[in-house]
């Protein structure tokens, strides 16, 4: 059956709230589906049961944050334990950290002259449904910026002293998505989020207790998908895929694009 096992909804950076995800993945004629958010596994459980509902094969999952030598790591979680406490406890410090992050970004604006403050910033509210993150619907609504390619390519940059922050290690992640029962694989290495050194990052995780990658990606070339899936097989690793559609927020990533099968992926225990 079709698949796509990479998608964001409002518990991160997404548009779309658990009813809409089941309805867009009935809707594109996809079987199997993963929830995968930023640090967060609110919107898993009520996933699940609508997913059940209309017969569709739906895996619990989780996208963790990690840093390793200086690098922002995304690993990803298939087949996780939503309750399990060492897992919540890893996405309640990523999202404090992000919290933070959003309130020194917008400090150091106020400090360069823009016109905003942050006691305006601290009192602000945004609907989820619209994507993204507080610092850039703010932003966004005081006029002072565009979408997120606006905002990475103008503002969230080493001119204005802003980077992610250090997150949680790479072991960190894979050991907490063990014991939440999960199979821990790296996202996207072959997108544009990584620049252009896959097998760089692919040396750089080499010492790391991985379960495998996601091969297949939105923002991958075929070359690329083909190259990750051999590597992966040839070390009897898992394989992973979804098109990281956030909705309606990143316009350039559709859901159910790249096409991917279920024989296309390795996910023991899982598909």
Same mark, same amino acid.
């Given at each position: 059956?079709?698949?796509?096992?990479?998608i964001h909804t409002t518990a991160s950076d997404g548009t779309w709230d658990p009813a809409d995800?089941?309805?867009?993945?009935? #809707?594109?004629?996809?079987?199997?589906? @993963?929830?995968?958010? =930023?640090?967060?596994?609110?919107?898993?459980?009520?996933?699940?049961?609508?997913? $059940?509902?209309?017969?569709?094969?739906?895996?619990?999952?989780?996208?963790?944050?990690?840093?390793?030598?200086?690098?922002?790591?995304?690993?990803?979680?298939?087949?996780?334990?939503?309750?399990? $406490?060492?897992?919540?406890?890893?996405?309640?410090?990523?999202?404090?950290?992000?919290? #933070?992050? %959003?309130?020194?970004?917008?400090?150091?604006?106020?400090?360069?002259?823009?016109?905003?403050s942050m006691e305006e910033f601290r009192s602000y509210s945004y609907d989820r449904k619209r994507?993204?993150?507080?610092?850039?619907?703010?932003?966004? %609504?005081?006029?002072?910026?565009?979408?997120?390619?606006?905002?990475f390519g103008r503002i969230f940059t080493a001119e204005h002293h802003l980077a992610f922050p250090?997150?949680?290690?790479? $072991?960190?992640?894979?050991? @907490?998505?063990?014991? @939440?029962?999960?199979?821990?694989?790296? @996202?996207?290495?072959?997108?544009?989020? =990584?620049?252009?050194?896959?097998?760089?990052?692919?040396?750089?995780?080499?010492?790391?207790?991985?379960?495998?990658?996601?091969?297949? =990606?939105?923002?991958?070339?075929?070359?690329?998908?083909?190259?990750?899936?051999?590597?992966?097989?040839?070390? =009897?690793?898992?394989?992973?895929?979804?098109?990281?559609?956030?909705?309606?927020?990143?316009?350039?990533?559709?859901?159910?694009?790249?096409?991917?099968?279920?024989?296309?992926?390795?996910?023991?225990?899982?598909?």
């Open positions: 059956m079709r698949a796509d096992l990479h995800v089941v309805r867009e993945v009935k #809707k594109a004629g996809i079987g199997a589906f @993963a929830v995968t958010d =930023h640090d967060s596994v609110r919107n898993v459980d009520e996933t699940a049961r609508l997913a $059940k509902k209309e017969g569709l094969l739906f895996v619990p999952g989780v996208e963790l944050n990690t840093t390793k030598e200086g690098h922002n790591i995304h690993i990803l979680g298939y087949g996780i334990d939503t309750k399990n $406490k060492r897992l919540l406890e890893l996405c309640d410090h990523n999202e404090s950290l992000l919290r #933070k992050k %959003d309130d020194d970004s917008i400090l150091l604006l106020v400090k360069e002259g823009w016109p905003i994507g993204g993150w507080k610092a850039l619907a703010y932003l966004q %609504d005081k006029g002072l910026c565009g979408d997120v390619n606006d905002f250090v997150f949680a290690t790479v $072991k960190d992640a894979i050991d @907490a998505i063990h014991g @939440a029962g999960g199979l821990a694989l790296c @996202a996207h290495l072959a997108s544009s989020f =990584h620049g252009s050194d896959m097998k760089g990052y692919l040396e750089l995780l080499s010492r790391e207790e991985l379960d495998g990658l996601e091969c297949y =990606h939105s923002g991958h070339s075929r070359e690329d998908s083909l190259y990750l899936a051999g590597w992966c097989e040839t070390r =009897h690793m898992c394989i992973s895929g979804g098109s990281d559609c956030h909705g309606s927020f990143v316009a350039s990533r559709h859901l159910g694009v790249p096409e991917i099968d279920t024989k296309m992926l390795m996910l023991p225990g899982i598909l």
